[in-house]
């Protein structure tokens, strides 16, 4: 396969309400999709980069320069445009696993196109849909909250995660597990606490919480591993996940027994299979986070979400918990599932009206 065009399209997609984390409150996404042509078919990538380096390293004005300047001259340096093939190239550009994971993205649905092969088919899925859980950000108020999550249950969402942070957190999650029961609850804290809070996390042990994601800094392993001795609520790493390699450290470090995988944060979604091989060889059950995707990276999310170890409900969430209307057809939640797309390559393409009108700029390589 050799690729004959790209083209870097930014958009700008306005949520359906404020979401509110550790890192900031977010109104709209401005989102970096990648388009290759090959071949007589075409690839999509979306680069998951927010605009500002808060969640990493990486932002996206830098993922644009990036692939740009470094990564596209990686892949025409191939004799062949293969998503396998343009690893060993991009790894002599360090870092920027969003920007990678965006291009390789693109190529490996262009090769999947191609071959008339799904993307759950090739990265081995075992379901036809996946349970569906919902991420709840930080609210003015706990009545704010559980309205909230009160619209999410009755939706029919499997479960309920809340974005935590020093001074919104024990009480907020004893209000929602006191007034909705033994509903499947977990906290995400975006790495917004340390170690010296070990005591006050320890109080969420008696919510019955399935799991602490990222409580501590991203470099802060052996934190991790220490808190998991401390805390009876399973210790879930999200931002110190950065590869298989650093899936296999933590979970022999005991920093972790959960790991929530995200392919933008990996470097892609042969990597992110990797990781799910990693933690399955060791026991360690997965999920799918997200990062407010729109239909083209959600279909590929949903996808990655099929394989078999994926055993919790991932952020895979339906379309309208983020967006009024999305760039692509809708995904539905159907009793509290989200069905896997089917078709050639990630199965989904944008709607070229929608595409046009949310489109902010264009770049063709």
Excluded at 22 to 38: K, T, W, Y
Excluded at 223 to 250: N, Y
Excluded at 338 to 362: F, K, N, Y
Aim: aromatic content about 6%; charged content about 25%.
């Amino acid at each position: 396969m050799k690729v004959e065009r790209v083209e870097l399209r930014r958009i700008g997609l306005p949520l359906v309400g404020v979401f509110r984390t550790s890192f900031g409150v977010e109104r709209d996404r401005d989102i970096l999709l990648v388009r290759v042509e090959a071949g007589g078919v075409e690839g999509w990538g979306e680069c998951v980069a927010l605009p500002r380096p808060v969640y990493s390293s990486e932002y996206l004005d830098g993922a644009v320069e990036v692939i740009r300047r470094f990564l596209l001259p990686a892949v025409r340096s191939l004799p062949q445009h293969r998503a396998h093939a343009v690893e060993p190239v991009f790894a002599k550009v360090k870092g920027h696993p969003m920007a990678k994971a965006a291009l390789q993205t693109a190529l490996l649905d262009a090769e999947l196109r191609a071959a008339g092969t799904s993307f759950a088919g090739y990265l081995g899925g075992v379901r036809e849909a996946v349970p569906a859980g919902v991420s709840v950000g930080i609210m003015d108020s706990i009545g704010e909250l559980l309205d909230a999550v009160d619209g999410f249950v009755e939706q029919g969402y499997q479960r309920i995660k809340l974005k935590i942070e020093p001074g919104w957190d024990v009480e907020p999650v004893r209000a929602v597990r006191e007034r909705f029961g033994d509903i499947l609850l977990q906290v995400d804290a975006n790495t917004a606490y340390t170690l010296a809070d070990a005591r006050h996390l320890a109080r969420l042990d008696p919510f019955d919480l399935l799991l602490l994601e990222q409580p501590l800094p991203e470099d802060d392993l052996r934190g991790h591993a220490e808190l998991a001795r401390r805390v009876r609520t399973p210790i879930c790493l999200d931002e110190s996940i950065t590869s298989a390699k650093s899936a296999a450290d933590a979970i022999a470090m005991g920093a972790t027994s959960v790991v929530n995988i995200k392919p933008g944060r990996v470097g892609g979604y042969l990597e992110a299979r990797r990781v799910h091989d990693v933690c399955a060889a060791h026991g360690v059950p997965v999920w799918c986070g997200g990062m407010l995707e729109s239909g083209i990276g959600r279909a590929a999310n949903v996808a990655l979400a099929a394989l078999p170890n994926f055993t919790l409900p991932g952020d895979t969430s339906a379309s309208d918990r983020y967006y009024a209307r999305d760039v692509t057809e809708p995904f539905v939640l159907e009793n509290g599932q989200v069905r896997v797309p089917d078709g050639p390559g990630i199965g989904v393409l944008p709607d070229p009206d929608v595409l046009a009108e949310v489109t902010t700029s264009v770049i063709r390589l």
